[in-house]
């Protein structure tokens, strides 16, 4: 039995693992929930969300941080440097923390939303972003001077961002930060990152492009 990723079909928190898994040539079956498929899966899942990577005997590994350290190491994507892993981890730690200050605003009705979003946007989301731009200088690999799962998590979250997908989020929100649009376009222009998105021409993915 292959791996298998059980998740919903959007990018969210099973993004990291799909691009690891795929640029590592590592063979998964991709499950994708609707919302009205999810609730059997959730009674079975270790923590009663997704993502679950189940492995090849039949047991299930939750939490996307547990999930993609683990497909990144299987795909020679989590630095062996322990500094470098570190450099690595703390760059994903941060941007758990820009995801974190829009937590409560997925709750909110759409007009309070839009004005939550650009509220967050002008202010920690900024800051956030300011200091993950200084992470990625000129467009610099995240840690070790070559490809992690690090960069691949900070290149979803920024195409994400600038996906338009987001209500209240502008397309145009890394423009005051050149360094964070060059790394962006570098991944994106990364042949196995851009060989996996060419078949997107819509939704989120169509995003993930370089120059999009
Ligand atoms: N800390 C967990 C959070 C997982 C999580 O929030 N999953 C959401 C989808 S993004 C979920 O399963 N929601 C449905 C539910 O809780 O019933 C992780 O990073 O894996």
Known sequence: MVLKLHYFAAPGKAEVARLCLTLGGI??????????????FKAKAPF??????ELEDGKMLAQSGAIDRY??????????????AAHADQAVFLLIDLTDAFGPTWAL????????????????GREK?????KL????????????????LGVFVMLSSLTSGQ???????????????????N?????????????????????????DA
């Open 129 to 133: 972003l300011g200091y993950l731009a």
């Open 109 to 124: 009705p759409k007009d309070e939303q839009v004005k939550a979003r650009e509220a967050i946007m002008a202010t920690k």
């Open 27 to 40: 063979p998964f079956e991709d499950v994708h929930y609707t919302h009205e498929t999810f609730p059997t």
């Open 136 to 151: 990625v200088p000129g467009g610099a690999y995240v840690a070790g001077g070559k490809l992690s799962f690090a960069d």
């Open 186 to 210: 570098k991944i994106a222009s990364e042949p196995a990152v851009k060989a996996h998105y060419d078949k997107h021409t819509e939704g989120i993915r169509a995003a993930f492009k370089p």
């Open 48 to 53: 009663g969300q997704v993502p679950v990577l």
């Open 71 to 84: 497909v990144a190491k299987l795909a020679g994507l989590y630095p062996e440097d322990p500094l470098d």
């Open 166 to 184: 987001f209500d209240g989020v502008s397309k145009t929100c890394l423009d005051e930060f050149p360094d964070l649009k060059a790394f962006r």
